[in-house]
């Protein structure tokens, strides 16, 4: 199976940034679709971003042209770079993989991460 790893979570002020990162093992990294969600209670589960195995990448209205998503193949680890942050950015933010070369939010994903959460101070 595919293990994710997620780290660099914390609390940053109204207007910060944060870069989180997920590592991930049990297959080949390049070959996998990867995407970040983030989960708040009493909302529903959002896509964030999504990076596929050609390096497409795709981001939800909510957060394009603030955060960034990347991969470094040689560590196997997929980042999230997020400016701007806001309150409603607030939230565990999740990294899930899956192995079909398709690759987007509205996908089916097997593979999850623990999760990190991602405080953001008004």
């Known amino acids: 199976q595919v293990h994710l790893v997620e780290s660099g979570g914390g609390s940053v002020e109204d207007g910060g940034s944060l870069g989180i990162s997920c590592t991930a093992s049990?297959?080949?990294?390049?070959?996998?679709?990867l995407a970040w969600f983030r989960q708040t209670p009493g909302k529903e589960r959002e896509g964030v971003a999504v990076?596929?195995?050609?390096?497409?990448?795709a981001y939800a209205r909510s957060v394009k042209d603030r955060f960034t998503i990347s991969r470094d193949i040689e560590k196997n680890t997929m980042y999230l770079q997020m400016a701007g942050l806001s309150p409603e950015d607030t939230g565990m933010y999740y990294c899930?993989?899956?192995?079909?070369?398709?690759?987007?939010?509205?996908?089916?994903?097997?593979?999850w991460g623990q999760g990190t959460q991602v405080t953001v101070s008004s």
């Open positions: 899930a993989a899956r192995k079909e070369w398709d690759c987007g939010v509205g996908q089916t994903f097997p593979y």
């Open positions: 049990g297959y080949t990294f390049s070959t996998l679709c």
């Open positions: 990076i596929g195995r050609d390096g497409a990448t």
